[in-house]
């Protein structure tokens, strides 16, 4: 008698449609005003002499909207204009402001801390994070797709940036993040996102892929009392200078390997990020300069944190209070 193969029974995941659709027709509307809260809480220095400079807020209010809607900055103006009747900002910058406030080097280290304080409205739904990286190319005739997985010597990573993101896997917020050259290894930036992340929000397990199995991750996040679900290599073996949280980890990959890979491919969020990020607002970086392209790249992480807290107002009712998260966030200087 023939026996019939039983199909795997698929996975369906639940939507409320209606508050779904709430936070899509409302996006626009409310990330004109979360990004305006989230620019206030940017001190301002203090100038005795000279013509005043264009405030450091409205600058950065600019920039996200130059993002967000995916235009070049001179393209943006008339968007900047209305901005300024609203009252969003005091004054609409030229275009070249624009550039050259991306072009300088103090704005990656603000926008780094911006980042993470427009994630911590959502730090009581995040307690599970997952790290990776993908590459932003810096001209539009080039795929990542093809620069990573090819092996001609014609093809390059020069031409790209690296994003390294650790998210929430429920939100997809991006909780810390590094921009770095498109050759750089993902293992030596985990540490400084991981750092961040403990000092701000509560871990309780972390994920990502073999990339990531190195020694000293899994005793990083052991420290910040959380589980490594980070898969191991075909030829993975437990040795005698192996700490005991990787040969643990490795026990538990070994004999209970549905079990973790349920906690694992929680991973599969941030992919699910990058796709957010590059069908949204774009795959391609439009400045020149390295500097300018990490800040431009930062920038867009920013604005899809906006998003994801649009979606959770309606969806979770989270209240977001930029200003209270200032209070909270704990500075971390690698």
């Not at 400079?53 to 235009?71: A, E, V």
């Not at 985990?190 to 020694?215: Q, R, T, W």
């Amino acid at each position: 008698m023939e026996t019939q193969a039983v199909l795997p029974v698929e996975t369906k995941y639940s939507q409320n449609w209606h508050k779904y659709n709430l936070a899509k027709t409302h996006e626009k509307r409310m990330f004109y005003q979360l990004l305006h809260e989230l620019c206030q809480i940017i001190p301002e220095p203090d100038y005795k002499f000279g013509r005043p400079p264009i405030p450091i807020k409205d600058m950065i209010f600019c920039l996200g909207l130059k993002l967000y809607s995916n235009y070049s900055g001179r393209k943006v103006m008339s968007d900047l204009v209305h901005a300024e009747r609203a009252n969003y900002i005091m004054k609409s910058p030229h275009f070249n402001t624009l550039t050259d406030f991306l072009a300088c080097d103090i704005t990656y280290d603000l926008l780094q801390k911006i980042l993470t304080i427009s994630a911590m409205p959502l730090k009581e739904l995040e307690d599970q994070f997952s790290i990776d990286s993908s590459g932003f190319g810096s001209y539009q005739y080039e795929r990542w797709q093809r620069v990573r997985f090819s092996r001609s010597y014609e093809v390059s990573s020069r031409n790209y940036l690296k994003g390294h993101v650790c998210i929430g896997t429920r939100t997809n917020v991006i909780v810390s993040a590094e921009a770095t050259y498109g050759n750089l290894s993902d293992v030596k930036q985990a540490p400084a996102l991981l750092e961040k992340v403990g000092k701000n929000f509560n871990i309780k397990e972390v994920s990502a892929d073999k990339a990531y199995n190195a020694h000293r991750i899994f005793e990083i996040i052991e420290e910040m009392n959380a589980k490594p679900f980070i898969a191991f290599k075909s030829n993975a073996n437990p040795g005698k200078d192996s700490p005991e949280i990787w040969k643990r980890m490795y026990d538990y990959f070994v004999l209970n390997r549905e079990s973790f890979m349920k906690h694992y491919h929680k991973r599969s969020n941030v992919e699910t990020t990058f796709a957010m990020i590059k069908l949204r607002l774009g795959e391609f970086l439009k400045c020149k300069n390295y500097t300018s392209q990490r800040n431009e790249l930062l920038m867009k992480f920013i604005c899809h944190n906006i998003t994801c807290l649009v979606q959770e107002i309606f969806e979770s009712d989270v209240h977001v209070d930029f200003r209270e998260c200032m209070k909270k966030y704990v500075e971390v200087k690698i």
